[in-house]
């Protein structure tokens, strides 16, 4: 299957798709640990299908250092014994913010009391942008049939320099 459009080689899809990549940015320099953004980024992924942004989450952790453990099992992360209570509840809010129509209530106040617990008003800002903007990144990349597979760890850094 071929992708249906490369934004960078449309005018206007080039530009949506560098200010989006822009907005990635700020949240890659924030205090929210690298492996946790990798983590969260990963699971939305998961559960929305989207073969590429898996590819480049797992590639990008995988060059930061994250083990091939961790990453096979965020898929079943409530079943694993490889995350801290921090990374838990981050993936947790990945999950609910993800499945929202799922979900009927959004995020549930467990799940925000948690998040809260481990990270500070910076970070659970870049957990809450991260978590909407791999979302929509997720629906651009199945939308448009980009396909996991080809993609080498930090290209995505290029794009946004």
Partial sequence: MDARLNLFENELGSKFAKRFANAG???QQSTLPKSTQELVALRASQINGCGHCIDMHTKEATAAGESAVR???VAAWRESTVFTEAERAALALSEEGTR???AHQG???ETWAQV???YDDDQVAAL???VALINAA???AVILHQ???AYEAGTFAALVH
Avoid: T, Y
């Fill in 25 to 27: 940015l700020v949240i």
């Fill in 71 to 73: 990453l096979h099992l």
């Fill in 100 to 102: 929202l129509a799922d």
């Fill in 107 to 109: 995020v549930s106040d």
């Fill in 116 to 118: 809260r617990k481990h």
């Fill in 128 to 130: 809450v942008s991260l």
């Fill in 138 to 140: 997720n629906r651009l």
């Fill in 147 to 149: 396909q996991g597979g």
